[in-house]
């Protein structure tokens, strides 16, 4: 049962690394990459349990992350921060989001970004910059997309 959770075991790593168990989270870091080459850090900061598409297949999460509350990663999708662990650049992901296969979000050198609440990211989109309103975005780099008006 544990090995088609990835989230769950992650979310016990994150807990286990603010406990100051660190050998324990790095144990399962490990395993998540192993089974699933899943970079899913135990420094990273989880308002709640995330929903990983696809088993977490080849999602990478920086430490510096912190994730709200019913966000969605499918498969590949690289969540990144251009400073090294542990500074204080962050990229903060809001509560209700999905983000799309493939997308990339990347906060820039020596700055942190956020991901406001109710946001929906495209399949191989990429973001550069904080997104502040709710709504969807795709593209390269990464737009709002207006729905189309009805034709009468």
């Known amino acids: 049962m544990l090995l088609t959770e990835p989230a769950r075991l992650w ?22 990459f192993l089974f699933f080459r899943a970079a899913l850090p135990p420094e990273a900061v989880l308002a709640g349990l995330p929903s990983l598409g696809h088993f977490a297949m080849n999602i990478v999460v920086h430490p510096n992350v912190s ?21 204080k650049s962050r990229l903060t992901i809001g509560d209700r989001v999905e983000i799309g296969t493939g997308a990339v979000i990347i906060a820039p050198l020596r700055s942190s970004m956020s ?3 109710d946001v929906r990211i495209g399949a191989n989109s990429v973001v550069t910059r904080s ?13 709002r997309v207006v729905p189309r008006e009805k034709v009468e």
Request: charged share 20%.
């Open 11 to 32: 979310l016990l790593s994150t807990r286990y690394h603010r406990e100051g168990k660190r050998r324990k989270a790095r144990l399962i870091k490990a395993y998540l």
């Open 67 to 87: 994730l709200g509350r019913d966000v969605r990663l499918w498969h590949c999708v690289t969540l990144s921060v251009s400073d090294a662990p542990g500074t």
């Open 115 to 117: 991901i406001c609440n």
């Open 131 to 143: 997104i502040t309103q709710p709504g969807t975005y795709a593209g390269a780099p990464a737009v």
